[in-house]
């Protein structure tokens, strides 16, 4: 019978679990190089059409998805709690601030917020929602009041990383998971 490599109890399973991402991460590089032509993926994933485009964010968020997995697998809710806030907070974020951001931030008029409050709102969300499906699963036993608290914080953490005015100098999808494993690292594990 096979096993999905989250339900798995292999010691291995994580790097089973990796071979999507790193598929897409040499699709990302393949692409992004512009060593093979995919217009569609070209389109659907950068902003300005440029293959080059490729090689930042979207290669950056699935490298963060790849160390995130590596690194705390199901062991620990600090890597599940990141990649939320950096799909499910970070991800929100840019839509609504780009349909309904005309209040920008103070100090970064590159931001609004209503994508900051949509950052904080879903990345605590998306992380609740993690956190209780891989705790019903048995990875995790957690005091969900103090759960609760201590999302919120890291959501903060990271809602504050994201609107700083420093994307010129590094990715939104570093910054971001880094800045929550940080956070939930500190929260959590000590």
Known sequence: MVSWPIFSTS??????????????????????????????LIKSVTREGNPEELLRGPLYYVLMLIVCALVFWRESPVGVIALSMMSGGDGVADIIGRRFGLMKLPYNQGKSWAGSVS???????VSIGMLNYYSALGYFKLDWPLTLQRVALVSLVATFVESLPISEVVDDNISVPLASIVAAYLSFCL
Do not use: I, K, Q, T
């Not at 679990?17 to 569609?40: I, Y």
């Not at 950052?119 to 969300?125: A, C, K, P, S």
């Open 11 to 40: 010691a291995n399973a994580r790097y089973f679990a990796l071979l999507v991402p790193l598929v897409n991460c040499a699709r990302l590089l393949v692409h992004g190089l512009s060593l093979v032509s995919n217009e569609g």
């Open 119 to 125: 950052m904080f709102f879903f990345g605590f969300l």
